[in-house]
């Protein structure tokens, strides 16, 4: 990473499909920016029709996982984006000053794949052009 590459958290409730797709999709298509998911409640555990959403899409990585925010309250952000109403109700104030924004999607968890790829394809169409946006990049 160099030193002109933007940090990203994406902070959902239960950090296992919408955040942990963001967050794929930040690392795969945004050049010059990072991300990390979390959860305020996190599920600790991926939802399985995210994961292999992301495999099929050659964007999964074996190091994403659901975690809590203490896990990386404590890491330097550029930007926060809260992608679910709980998140940005609950959002913790940041130690280091950081940009906080809300891009709400609906929670495909419980539902068919289907919703998994509108998911997807929302993110990929609505939060990347903003993250791009917000960062400058």
Known sequence: ????????????TGNSCRSIIAEAQINAFLEGAISDSSGVKASGKV????????????IWKKEYHSKVID???DNNYDLVVTVCDHANENCPIFPKAVKVIHIGFEDPDGKDYAAFLDTYDEIEKVLL????KELGI
Request: overall charge positive.
């Open 47 to 58: 939802n399985v029709n995210a994961k292999k959403l992301l495999e099929e899409k050659n």
């Open 71 to 73: 896990k990386v309250i």
């Open 129 to 132: 052009p903003q993250v791009k």
């Open 1 to 12: 990473m160099n030193n002109k590459t933007k940090k990203v958290l994406i902070l959902c």
